[in-house]
């Protein structure tokens, strides 16, 4: 069942693995930082079908540590841009070169190759 497709709206999950969000009070000025960039990457490498980004404030005094991610500037706007982009050419890459690995996306079962 946990690998077994899920289809939701337009949208269809290869598994039912999904990451939650983990605020990691490591933002600057409310950008993403490079630590961002490692802790997604590996989560995008994880085999999660979806992975959900930490709490966003939409002002700063929305925040719940000075350290949380904010968007409601350009700047802010450019680093969560440069997040997204790197994190899905991740998930394209891996996907193109594995696929969905060794289970069967209708049975959930294991496939020996
Ligand atoms: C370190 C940590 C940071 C979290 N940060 C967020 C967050 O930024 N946004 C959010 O909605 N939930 C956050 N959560 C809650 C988790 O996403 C999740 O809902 C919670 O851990 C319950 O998970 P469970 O239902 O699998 O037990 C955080 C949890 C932990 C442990």
Redesign the pocket.
């Known amino acids: 069942m946990l690998f077994k497709k899920l289809k939701i709206n337009g949208v269809t999950l290869k598994n039912r693995i999904v990451v ?5 009070y490591s933002a600057k000025k409310g950008c993403p930082t490079d630590w961002h960039f490692t802790h997604l990457s590996k989560l995008v490498n994880s085999g999660a079908s979806m992975l ?1 980004i ?2 966003t404030a939409v002002e700063n005094n929305g925040k719940i540590s000075h350290n949380d991610l904010c968007l409601n500037n350009d700047k802010q706007e450019k680093k969560f841009k440069e997040l997204k982009d790197r994190e899905i050419k991740i998930g394209q890459t891996l996907q193109e070169k594995y696929g969905d690995g060794n289970i069967d996306l209708e049975t959930g079962e294991f496939v020996s190759n």
């Open positions: 939650s969000p983990m605020c990691q959900m930490e709490s």
